[in-house]
């Protein structure tokens, strides 16, 4: 079993900045993409950013320019520095890590944090 513990959300006026962070623990064999995701009040949840083992990422168009994801494969761990935030980033954040639990693969999510920007 494979677990998340995130950390970082909180209240910030529009333009500042926060850095959340992930951390995996458990039985781990290997990570594939770890990534961020986030869910605003009566919306679906969407994919803000993913890297891969490789280091390849991907963003979503309203983050790119702003948001910069990167891992720390030595530490199981997924971080987001979020810049010049907006209040339409205003949702809980969730942590999504992919990866394998020998011999299985596994997908977990973490309990989520909620990143609040006031205007």
């Known amino acids: 079993q494979v677990q998340l513990v995130e950390s970082g959300g909180g209240l910030v006026q529009a333009g500042g900045s926060l850095r959340l962070s992930c951390a995996a623990s458990?039985?781990?064999?290997?990570?594939?993409?770890m990534g961020w995701y986030r869910q605003a009040p009566g919306k679906q949840r969407e994919l803000v950013a993913r890297?891969?083992?490789?280091?390849?990422?991907n963003y979503a168009d309203s983050v790119k320019g702003r948001f910069t994801i990167s891992r720390d494969n030595a530490k199981n761990s997924v971080y987001l520095q979020m810049n010049s935030l907006k209040p339409e980033d205003t949702a809980v954040y969730y942590c999504?890590?992919?990866?394998?639990?020998?011999?299985?693969?596994?997908?977990?999510w973490g309990q989520g944090t909620q990143v609040t920007v006031s205007s």
């Open positions: 890297i891969t083992s490789g280091g390849s990422t």
């Open positions: 999504n890590v992919r990866g394998t639990t020998f011999p299985t693969a596994f997908e977990s």
């Open positions: 458990g039985s781990i064999f290997s990570i594939n993409a």
